[in-house]
Every structure is written in structure tokens, then in C-alpha cells.
């Protein structure tokens, strides 16, 4: 049984960018475009109608950038996954990005012959990171100031995780969509090197991280 084609749409104030984006998902089988806004109405409209699970957006509408679009389609749709598309990459954008739940971020540079893979990924994996992107944050880190060993975000999911909640349970408590969940466990199993939910719940609280 053939499975179902991924759903995305996309948002971007260049028409031409559009044009390239829906002209890819023409040429791939299990690609389907649900349509692409110029402006965060039409946006917002896609997303109800359509139901894409994956929108591309444009980091900068206009004159700002479009977080509060983001937090916005996320609060409507839990369970779609925005990947940041854009031509600037830094720390700040980045964990912008991820602030606002965005599951992915990826530079325009990128090759439209490349998107349907990063599409596939962000179905398959839950997130997608330009790595350019993560290495000049990994970079910038080692300059900055250390940041707190645990954001609250990720404390209010790991007592969430030992409680015994479930990532979508988490999401619906946390008003998150499952990806950015996913995203935030697979961030915290890697940060303490160890590979279930488990492990990392008894690690915090033999640090007494977690009561």
C-alpha cells in the first residue's frame, strides 16, 4: 500500500520563490502542494483549508520577521512543522526560530533539488537544521556566556516525561505541537549521552535536577 504524499505549503513575499517551490513538488511523486501566501492571511487560510503537515516560511515578511506567523499557525495547527526558510543564518535567528516552534531552519542558498529531501526528513524525523546554521551557533557558543543547564521550556517537559505523559499528552499540555516535543527530548537525550526517556529521567534526578 503506497503511502500518503506529504502535504506542505509554503510562504514567501517573492513570487518567484513560490513558483520554484511549487514547480519542484511538480516533479515528485510523494510531494503534494498545498498551495503557497504571500502574507500571513492567505497563510493562515492554507493551514485551515489544506492542512499542509509542512509549511516553509519565509523568516522575513516584509519588514519583520514572521515569528509571531509562526507561534500563530503552530497555536491553529499543533501538529504542523515549520521549517524557517531564509537567507540569513545566525545564533539569535536560530533560537528565535525555535522559540517561536519552528522545527527546522534552512538557508535559501539551498538548492530547490534539495528540498525534497529536507521535506522528507522533517516528515520522517520531526525537525531539520541547516548544518551551516547549527555549526556557526555551536561556534558563537563557545565565545558567549554558558546558558542555563536547563531552559524552563525543557524542565516543564522533562517533569511532563517523568510523570509518564506521552509526547503528545506533553503537547496538549504544553500547547506544543508533537514535533517540537520530539525535537526537545532528542535535544536532552543527546546532552546527557544516553538514549531512552528513561535513562535521562534517572540521570536528572540523580543530579538532583529533577525531584
Sequence with gaps: MESEPIRFGAVDD???VLY???AMAAREEDLFYCGGASDARTAISIVEQHHPSIML?????????????CEE???RDPGLAIVMFTAFGNEDLLDGAIKAGAVGYLLKDTS????????????????YFDARVVNQALIASRTSKPRAALSERELEILRLVAAGRDNYQIGDELHLSVHMVKFHIAQLLKRYQVHRRAELVRVLMERQVLP
Design 14 to 16: 517573492h513570487d518567484i
Design 20 to 22: 520554484g517551490v511549487e
Design 57 to 69: 516560511l519565509d523568516l522575513r515578511l516584509g519588514s519583520s520577521n514572521s515569528f509571531s506567523l
Design 73 to 75: 499557525l503552530v497555536a
Design 112 to 127: 530547490t533539488a534539495g528540498l525534497p529531501d529536507v521535506l522528507r526528513t522533517v516528515q520522517r524525523e520531526g525537525a
